[in-house]
């Protein structure tokens, strides 16, 4: 478990620090990420940190498991991230709280995601908790 906590640590870090190029180095050539209904792939996760402007100042990941099986894993994560963003109204404290199933695969530099689902997910807002409101579609 020691090992892909590490992982997650290194992933974390390189996060923070806006570092692209070594955040690409823990996801397989053909990582894929999101949920059961959005599923997104590695080009725009890492083309969503280019414009990340680090308002989330801290995320933690904490492994719950790992389950290997050769050269694949797969892992449960507990996710939180929080952060201050200033709109109109002011400044307000976001926490994101998601937990996530996550696959591993070891290839040449080691192991690497392959793909990452968010299987439940929380928001709050100065401590409320905000909820995605229906979209309805126009027929």
């Given amino acids: 478990m020691a090992l892909f906590q590490a992982r997650y640590d290194g992933l974390t870090k390189a996060y923070l620090a806006k570092n692209i190029e070594t955040a690409g180095t823990f996801f397989a050539p053909d990582y894929s990420a999101g949920n059961y209904t959005h599923p ?32 694949k894993a797969s892992t ?12 109109k109204a002011g400044v307000h404290h976001y926490v994101i709280t998601t937990r996530c199933l996550d696959t591993w ?35």
Wanted: net charge positive; glycine share 6%.
């Fill in 76 to 87: 449960m994560t507990d996710n939180r991230t929080e952060g201050d963003i200033t709109d």
């Fill in 40 to 71: 997104l792939d590695k080009k725009s996760t890492l083309e969503e940190l280019k414009h990340w402007d680090g308002r989330f100042k801290t995320t933690k990941r904490k492994l719950l498991s790992v389950i290997v099986n050769g050269n």
């Fill in 105 to 139: 695969v070891k290839n040449q530099p080691g192991w690497q995601l392959k793909h990452s689902r968010v299987v439940n997910k929380s928001l709050t807002k100065d401590g409320k908790p905000l909820v995605a409101k229906p979209v309805v579609k126009k027929t």
